[in-house]
């Protein structure tokens, strides 16, 4: 079975810092995986995902995620956080044999500070 | 504009009250699924469905119906409501395409008295 930690259930950051918010997974065979984010009272937004190929992964917002095949990791960063960048952002995994059900992380808080 | 849409964003009800929550995609996506998000516990899977009459348990399906008569629709039945259900629940859809990204309504918060 496939499964997702997010270790961290909060990230703080200044205004202007890097940030990285970490993502590590378990899944048989080759990963499909992807970066969501929730804003206050509204749904996941979906930002970016990786199937195959770069293991740089560039997404909305100015966000990238850098996937690591043997840290089974997939980490969320940006270069220069932004106060509304303040949310709580999702890693979820798929299994590239064909299932749709994917698995979320129980996400992290990112509260970035003026 | 793409979206899916959950209907009603907030509602309280009582212990045994038999209540559905609507979603609606207009994507023409075969699959859809539903999630209850609780704090500390993140996205956990109800029920989803593949296509049109074909549904299937997700992770925690227990009180919980769901029904696929159109592809457009799918909603979440709760046949008599326990406040242990009061959660944040969201309909997702996607294409039924390996590796596709999914598309969440904007969530219906229950609270189950």
């Known amino acids: 079975a496939q499964s997702v930690a997010q270790p961290e259930d909060q990230v703080n950051v200044a205004e202007g810092n890097p940030l990285t918010v970490k993502c590590t997974y378990s899944?048989?065979?080759?990963?499909?995986l992807f970066w969501y984010v929730q804003y206050p009272n509204r749904g996941l937004q979906f930002l970016l995902k990786?199937?195959?190929?770069?293991?740089l992964v560039k997404g909305s917002y100015g966000f990238e995620a850098e996937f690591n095949k043997s840290q089974t990791s997939f980490h969320l960063k940006k270069p220069s956080a932004l106060v509304s960048d303040s949310a709580l952002y999702f890693c979820?995994?798929?299994?590239?044999?064909?299932?749709?059900?994917?698995?979320f992380g129980r996400g992290t808080s990112l509260i970035v500070h003026p | 504009e793409a979206q899916v849409t959950q209907n009603p964003r907030y509602l309280i009800t009582v212990t045994g009250k038999k209540l559905t929550v609507t979603c609606s995609q207009n994507?023409?996506?075969?699959?859809m699924s539903w999630y209850r998000q609780d704090p500390g516990l993140g996205l956990r899977q109800i029920y989803y469905?593949?296509?049109?009459?074909?549904?299937d348990k997700g992770d925690v399906p227990e009180g919980y119906k769901v029904s696929r008569k159109e592809k457009r629709n799918f909603p979440l039945i709760l046949e008599s409501p326990s406040p242990n259900q009061t959660s944040l629940y969201f309909c997702?859809?996607?294409?039924?395409?390996?590796?596709?990204?999914?598309?969440f309504g904007q969530g219906t918060r229950l609270t189950v008295v």
């Open positions: 997702a859809s996607s294409l039924r395409l390996s590796g596709t990204e999914a598309f």
């Open positions: 899944v048989s065979g080759n990963p499909y």
């Open positions: 990786y199937i195959t190929g770069d293991n």
């Open positions: 979820a995994v798929l299994p590239s044999g064909g299932s749709y059900i994917p698995t």
């Open positions: 994507m023409n996506h075969e699959y």
């Open positions: 469905s593949m296509n049109v009459e074909v549904t």
